[in-house]
């Protein structure tokens, strides 16, 4: 009888703790298969704005001293004294990192000002090499910009939150999720909210439904740079975060099964 009692009570304590969330609110993009993807056709690629900072190499393969005026480096860097590498820069670090002005423009070597801003990091290595070819070299240059400070934040519900570098410079909603090891299982999936700030200063908050598969058609589904990201705590996280409410609702809880099963017991017995 005993144990038939115990189990009861097991049933009602599991009822209580997968009663606070619902499973409909836990996958994400649930309605893929209703999702119109027409319009997230083509290849997305983040837009240089100011306050963005960069490096920018031009090389030449064939004639390395043609282009040396427009690569200039830190003075404390040391260039290789092998005769195979003598025309090449040992360190990507040891390149002037470049900063985007207010105004979206760079003072770039023999070019001057140039406008970057509104421009892919693509669109300014042909920019560039369009600039320095025929003019100053014989062969059209190979022209590569890096990002060295493309970040975004990621807080809120999740398991680690954190500032977290982008290397290629492209990441969307579910990759800054897996690089903060997802929402814990108090995050609320249908209310993420994207804090964004446009070339012009202008601050935006824009909430996420990550349960809907029409996220992907968002214009906040591919991150900028500089995005934070923050996921919401459910109601219950909420309700809990004391200390005093938590240890207030485990003797609630407590309570409520102990009399449960003195109940169950005495009907049973």
């Known amino acids: 009888m005993m144990k038939r009692v115990l189990s009861i009570v097991t049933l009602a304590a599991a009822l209580m703790l997968t009663g606070c969330m619902s499973y409909k609110n836990v996958p994400y993009i649930q309605n893929s298969a209703d999702v119109d993807l027409s319009k997230a056709k083509g290849l997305y690629d983040a837009k240089i704005m100011p306050k963005d900072q ?25 260039e290789s004294s092998t005769s195979v590498n003598a025309n090449y820069l040992t360190t990507q670090s040891a390149l002037i990192v470049y900063t985007v002005d207010n105004e979206g423009y760079i003072n770039f070597p023999i070019l001057g000002r140039i406008k970057a801003g509104g421009m892919t990091k693509f669109q300014l290595e042909d920019y560039i090499a369009d600039q320095i070819y025929p003019k100053y070299v014989k062969e059209r240059p190979l022209v590569v910009v890096n990002y060295t400070n493309f970040k975004i934040s990621v807080v809120g519900e999740v398991n680690a939150s954190g500032q ?44 996420l439904n990550l349960n809907d598969a029409n996220i992907i058609n968002s214009p906040y589904y591919q991150l900028q740079q500089n995005d934070i990201v923050y996921v919401t705590p459910n109601k219950t996280k909420a309700k809990n975060s004391g200390v005093g409410s938590e240890t207030s609702l485990w003797f609630t809880s407590t309570s409520i099964l102990v009399s449960l099963a003195s109940l169950l017991y005495n009907i049973l017995k």
């Open 164 to 207: 977290y570098t982008i290397s290629n410079g492209k990441v969307n909603i579910f990759e800054a999720l897996a690089m903060a090891r997802d929402m814990t299982i108090w995050g609320r999936r249908d209310n993420v909210k994207v804090i964004r700030e446009s070339a012009l200063g202008e601050k935006a908050i824009m909430e």
């Open 54 to 78: 960069f490096t920018i190499t031009v090389n030449d393969p064939l004639d390395a001293d043609a282009v040396r005026m427009f690569n200039l480096v830190v003075q404390s860097s040391r």
